[in-house]
């Protein structure tokens, strides 16, 4: 492999990993301020328990995630120098306000909620946790808005050779980053409802602390079923952007080779990259496709070789992620609505808590479809259509590289060994017991 390879496949690799923690922070943090909000408002002990025993879950959580994402801030200085250079006035700006602003806020808040609880009123207390949720939240924002310049460049212009910031309310008002920023966020939430209704009815098979179990659960319940519809619809939004602002990554997200009007959508194909072609194509629903990316049945979408081959993206990942993701997309409602069915009797239904504990990874592994189509997708562009990927990437030698992404799989290990150990022990010990 060259360093290019070796540079994709360590930024990928380190992405992905902090992955795992970024969504749960967002999507826990806010059910927890839900639960300390219930308790400060009817002061039901119930809230309180719940609020400290899902909390501590969020803080071990939100820990290991800081470790795994400064890493990755390093890496546009070693392993992409280049970028750097090249994007670093407009592309910089964004993280920094993420780092200073955003950042600084939760850790600030979020010490003082972990070691306030004698110390500040009930309703201070409560509002620590609020402005931790809205300021990881934030920090959200700005990370997406510095990707969503990458997928759709605006408010530059080139200049001495490298893409200069023209116009930051252009940029941080980019409506692709906004979309962006909405459907990962309600995945987020979706992630907290599915990780809450996992854990409960982990205890609930056990018939363990039945009354707090059964509260978090349906309370997980309600968020992972309001928001799978929101990032259902709002995903069927942000794919109708990706058709006009990212035509190629359509195309390759439905293995699309030829520009059609009236492109049909076929509900089985397999896509052949080598021979420009799908192998299978069965169930085409005639202008389905058109309609959904342009809300006309005879609009023409662009196929994969109205492109050179160079400049389309790896076609197989991106058509297999896609459908990963709508298909895990479309069973999480019809989860949700099957445990609203069963929520009155949930001890009995054994069936549906097994199910409901081995989905904790589905919405993960959904999330990471997501990524790799959105960055597997705009391949070979690093920032779409003013600078490839190819031409971003540090002049330093292989080795290097290859050292750095053994060090970074080792220590990615212990960590993600690291937060599996902690989150199980504390998620099997269940709450503190009630004082007498």
């Keep these: 492999m060259d360093v290019l390879m070796l540079s994709r496949l360590q930024f990928a690799m380190a992405t992905m990993f902090h992955f795992i923690f970024v969504p ?31 909390g501590k879950l969020f803080v071990i959580n939100f820990v290991l995630g800081v470790v795994t994402g400064i890493t990755l801030e390093f890496q546009f200085g070693t392993n992409w120098s280049k970028y750097s250079e090249y994007v670093g006035d407009i592309f910089g700006s964004l993280l920094a306000i993420e780092a200073t602003v955003a950042f600084f806020m939760e850790s600030t808040f979020l010490a003082a909620w972990i070691f306030g609880w004698k110390k500040l009123s009930a309703k201070m207390h409560c509002a620590c946790i609020w402005i931790v949720a809205i300021a990881s939240n934030m920090s959200a924002v700005w990370i997406i808005l510095a990707n969503g310049w ?62 707090f179990f059964t509260t978090s659960f349906k309370m997980g319940l309600v968020c992972a079923f ?84 160079e ?35 949930l001890v009995e239904n054994k069936l549906l808590l097994r199910v409901m504990l081995y989905s904790i990874p589905l919405p993960y592994i959904a999330i990471w479809a997501g990524w790799a189509i959105a960055e597997v997708g705009r391949q070979p562009w690093i920032v779409y259509g003013i600078m490839k990927t190819s031409d971003a990437v540090s002049p330093i030698v292989t080795s290097q590289v290859a050292f750095s992404f053994i060090g970074l799989t080792l220590l990615y290990t212990i960590l ?21």
Aim: with cysteine; charged share 15%; hydrophobic share 50%.
């Design 24 to 54: 749960l922070t967002l999507g826990l943090s806010v059910m927890v301020a839900i639960m300390e909000t219930y308790y400060v408002r009817t002061g039901k002990e119930v809230y309180l328990r719940m609020t400290k025993f899902w």
């Design 150 to 211: 990458m997928q759709n460049p605006v408010g530059y212009v080139i200049r001495n050779g490298r893409a200069e910031l023209e116009n930051f309310i252009t940029v941080i008002t980019n409506p692709f980053a906004w979309s962006q920023f909405l459907h990962n966020g309600f995945g987020a939430l979706v992630v907290g409802g599915f990780f809450i209704m996992g854990i409960s009815a982990y205890h609930l098979l056990r018939k363990n602390e039945v009354e």
């Design 226 to 309: 309001i928001f799978s519809i929101a990032v259902a619809v709002q995903g069927h939004g942000h794919a109708q952007e990706v058709a006009h602002v990212q035509p190629a990554k359509l195309a390759a997200m439905e293995a699309l080779w030829e520009t059609t009007d009236s492109a049909p959508m076929y509900l089985l194909s397999v896509p052949n990259e080598a021979k420009e072609e799908n192998s299978i194509e069965l169930f085409g629903i005639p202008g389905g496709l058109s309609f959904l990316a342009f809300n006309s049945f005879d609009a023409p979408v662009k196929g994969l070789k109205a492109w050179a081959k």
């Design 311 to 345: 400049d389309r993206p790896p076609v197989t990942v991106t058509f297999l992620a896609f459908r990963l993701m709508v298909g895990l997309g479309t069973l999480f409602p019809l989860l949700c609505i099957w445990a609203w069915i069963k929520r009155k009797n």
């Design 416 to 436: 993600g060994t690291c937060e599996i150990f902690l989150l199980t022990k504390f998620a099997r010990k269940g709450p503190e017991p009630v004082k007498a």
